[in-house]
């Protein structure tokens, strides 16, 4: 009876059927089609690919890591801002709420979020754009390349390979999550015409393996609208919180201003915690609904039958409909001078760009600074190869740990605060 009902879960597993739930549409990624590893194992009796996908992200350093990882703020500005980590499991909440709702593997979208920003430096943003320059010569930084990194070489926890060894369809997820990067021809497209494809990528001897020139799987484009989503409302929330600006500079905000008129009109008199919660909330809500909608539409449109025929429908299936793209629109645009440039936040900024550069500085020239696992390998290597090494070292630290490498250097290093 016991080895009857395992029998019956794996059936159950491989049939991409959940408890109590519906079975996956035909144009969901379906586990037991999988194209595998790069790395052949042995399948699991318990859990799909994407399970066990979705375990070896939570289980791994770099994961850990992003619980000291600058959002907006550095880590201890405050425990109540987000972190990249806090950041990372409410972009995974909300892409399982869409995977559900349009029947896609939850595993699989949830992987992918969890996933996203794996290559995340600390300081956030101001990391990545001082480890993007100080690496102009040595082929550049970009933080979503980077995640694909730390996925396929930088963690090094298996016996039998460098990497996760993550399945086929989580890595073209987590590589096309907001779109294809080349043509058919491979010429890169988009933001990487006249500057090539990100040598973090290119240095993956399977990358084009990965069908570059088509769409990600709905499951990928659910996780990265789903980031699109978290940051529009908690990014509100952080910067309300933080006195960057007021409840009433969002009355001319499309939706949100409508939000706040009808909570104050059915509350007079709540307090400013429980305003920014309710405001919040029905963001989420309201564009959660949107992106459900208006993907069922579009799905019926385009006729998918098969995860393939999402992968090459030419445009977005998981989207904002037009209406929550201007939303979408102007909320970033409200939130980009009063908070990501708000003078507060540059100042902070400004101090955390010289750390990474001071640090990079430091590294490229005294490699021997570096702990013994980061410097192996590395004699007679050429300055490119020593710069993506100092570049990784760097990009792997956490806020804290960047302040304290900084302090052991330096005799001037800046409060962040």
Not at 247 to 254: A, E, I, K, S, V
Not at 302 to 321: E, H, L, P, Q, W
Request: negative net charge; hydrophobic residues 40%; aromatic residues 8%.
């Amino acid at each position: 009876m016991r080895f009857a009902r395992l029998r019956g879960f794996r059936e159950a597993i491989v049939a991409g059927l959940g408890f109590g739930t519906e079975p996956l549409a035909p144009y969901a990624v379906h586990p037991e089609e999988s194209r595998g590893r790069r790395y052949p194992e042995a399948a699991s009796p318990t859990r799909t690919p994407f399970q066990r996908d979705r375990d070896r992200i939570i289980h791994s350093t770099t994961f850990r890591r992003l619980k000291h990882k600058t959002q907006v703020f550095v880590f201890h500005e405050g425990d109540h801002y987000r972190t990249r980590l806090t950041h990372t499991l409410e972009v995974a909440q909300i892409a399982r709420a869409l995977a559900r709702a349009l029947r896609l593997n939850e595993d699989l979208a949830e992987a992918l979020a969890l996933a996203h920003d794996l290559g995340h430096t600390p300081f956030g943003h101001t990391g990545e754009d001082a480890l993007n320059a100080c690496m102009t010569d040595y082929g550049g930084f970009d933080h979503n390349a980077q995640s694909f990194r730390a996925v396929t070489e930088l963690e090094h926890s298996y016996a039998e390979f460098d990497g996760l060894n993550l399945a086929w369809e989580t890595l073209e997820g987590l590589v096309k999550h907001n779109g294809p990067l080349t043509d058919v021809e491979r010429n890169p497209i988009g933001r990487y015409v006249g500057k090539g494809l990100p040598a973090a990528l290119t240095a993956y001897p399977d990358i084009y393996a990965l069908d570059l020139h088509t769409y990600a799987s709905a499951e990928a484009q659910s996780a990265a609208i789903a980031d699109d989503i978290a940051y529009d409302a908690h990014d509100i929330d952080d910067g309300l919180r933080a006195g960057l600006f007021a409840l009433d500079d969002l009355r001319d905000l499309p939706l949100v201003g409508g939000f706040l008129a009808a909570i104050r009109l059915k509350y007079p008199g709540l307090d400013q915690h429980r305003t920014i919660n309710e405001i919040t909330r029905r963001l989420i809500t309201v564009m959660v609904e949107d992106v459900i909608h208006t993907g069922m539409a579009r799905l019926e449109e385009v006729g998918a039958a098969s995860s393939n025929d999402i992968r090459m429908a030419g445009r977005t299936i998981v989207g904002f409909s037009p209406e929550m793209e201007a939303v979408d629109e102007a909320i970033k645009g409200f939130l980009f001078p009063r908070m990501y440039r708000h003078p507060d936040v540059m100042r902070v900024r400004r101090d955390a760009d010289r750390v990474v550069r001071d640090l990079f500085d430091r590294y490229f020239l005294h490699p021997d600074m570096m702990p013994e696992e980061w410097r192996a390998g590395l004699e007679g290597a050429d300055d490119i190869a020593l710069a993506r090494r100092v570049s990784d070292y760097i990009a792997g630290m956490t806020d804290r740990f960047a302040i304290q490498e900084h302090r052991r250097w330096f005799d001037d290093t800046p409060e962040l605060r």
